[in-house]
């Protein structure tokens, strides 16, 4: 089968408790994008128990098509049966393209599905695009069109590589939470609906899910907030983001910080924003102390207004800051707060 049959671009659209991701919506708004300069559509593949209740919504975010696999052997995720799944679809419909969210879910599922369906995948990708590859022509190589170009950062964030696929199909790659937008959703909107079965063997060793353990927690999710109050290795203490803590509470903020105070152990994981914590997109992001190191700036620069305050003018985060306060934060922080709380 020549790779010019493989038609389609396909999303995994995760689902925990039989609710969808917002991963889901995102792989759906960059997929619809992809779809249209190649000229196909976009299927969603779906799998769960009891899940076929989520149809209409992934339509409404851009679904054309929804293979639906609805059965109790993938009622919580797990690596066999839902590689499985997803590789019998891919071996059965021939996808060009194949997106999975880069989560706990999609980092182990994807390796495991490009693995059995022999192509490559490109992990943790913060830009899709179609075009030529090589992009600039080489002489004596041929030049390929329309290929997935899947863009990541690189040797810690040093370096940005574009990698493309082409001599295998489908294209995989998995791509960073809060990278891609969703679309508005089309209300009413319906996809053509294909419920597929895999074929489980009874056989099959997998394993077994005694318990699941939630984690309770009481912070606000950051990639949710809308607007962030972030502090660095410049605010000094665990004890001064109290100080960040007043200015968040004034305006409606959540706290999140860099990853030097992660490491001096003054505020959670959880909170990081960067490379190796989380990708933000608020409508505000104060960055409170904080240099701009790449990887730092590589989680928040697609937030709609930044405001930078650090007491060094030459810091980087003025380069990608809208507004810029440079001075003692200890001083500044304080000020903002109380002219705030008087408007
Ligand atoms: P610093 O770089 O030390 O900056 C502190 C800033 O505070 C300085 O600009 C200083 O001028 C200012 N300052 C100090 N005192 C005051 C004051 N009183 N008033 C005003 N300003 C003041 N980093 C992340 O954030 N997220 C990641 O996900 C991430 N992932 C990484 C992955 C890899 C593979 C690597 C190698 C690094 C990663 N880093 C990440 C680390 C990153 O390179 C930087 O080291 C880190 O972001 C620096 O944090 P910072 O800006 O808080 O601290």
């Known amino acids: ?22 991963i889901a919506f995102e792989l759906l708004g960059k997929a619809k994008e992809l ?76 390796p495991r599905v490009s693995a059995r369906v022999a192509t490559g995948l490109t992990a943790d990708c913060t830009v899709l695009e179609i075009g030529d590859f090589p992009i600039n022509p080489i002489p004596g190589k041929e030049q390929k069109h329309n290929q997935l170009l899947m863009t990541r950062p690189a040797f810690g964030g040093n370096t940005i590589a574009t990698i493309a696929c082409p001599d295998n199909r489908p294209q995989m790659a998995t791509v960073r939470p809060g990278v891609m937008q969703k679309i508005d959703p089309i209300a009413g909107a319906k996809a053509e609906v294909i419920e597929y079965n895999p074929g489980f063997t009874p056989n099959n060793k997998y394993v077994e899910i005694l318990d699941i353990v939630k984690e309770v927690s009481d912070t606000v999710d950051i990639m949710e907030a809308k607007i962030l109050v ?90 990608v800051a809208d507004y810029g306060i440079v001075g003692d934060l200890n001083k500044i922080v304080p000020k903002l707060t109380e002219a705030l709380k008087a408007v």
């Open 1 to 22: 089968m020549g790779l010019e049959e493989y038609k389609g671009v396909y999303v995994f659209a995760q689902q925990v408790d039989n609710e969808l991701s917002g």
């Open 35 to 110: 779809a249209k300069d190649l000229n196909t559509d976009v299927t969603a593949m779906l799998l769960g128990s009891d899940v076929k209740g989520l149809v209409d919504q992934l339509a409404e975010y851009g679904a054309d098509k929804v293979i639906v696999v609805d059965d109790p052997e993938l009622k919580n995720y797990r690596t066999e049966p839902y590689a499985h799944a997803v590789a019998s679809i891919i071996n059965e419909y021939k996808p060009e393209i194949v997106l999975v969210g880069a989560t706990a879910i999609g980092r182990d599922l994807g």
């Open 230 to 319: 972030s502090g660095g290795r410049g605010v000094g203490s665990a004890e001064n983001f109290k100080m960040l803590q007043d200015l968040a509470d004034v305006i409606g903020g959540t706290v999140s910080c860099s990853r030097a105070v992660v490491d001096n152990g003054w505020m959670p994981k959880e909170l990081q924003v960067g490379q190796t914590g989380k990708t933000v997109r608020p409508n505000v992001y104060f960055a409170i102390g904080i240099s701009g190191a790449i990887q730092h700036t590589a989680g928040m620069e697609e937030s709609d207004i930044i405001i930078a305050i650090n007491k060094d003018e030459t810091a980087p985060i003025f380069d």
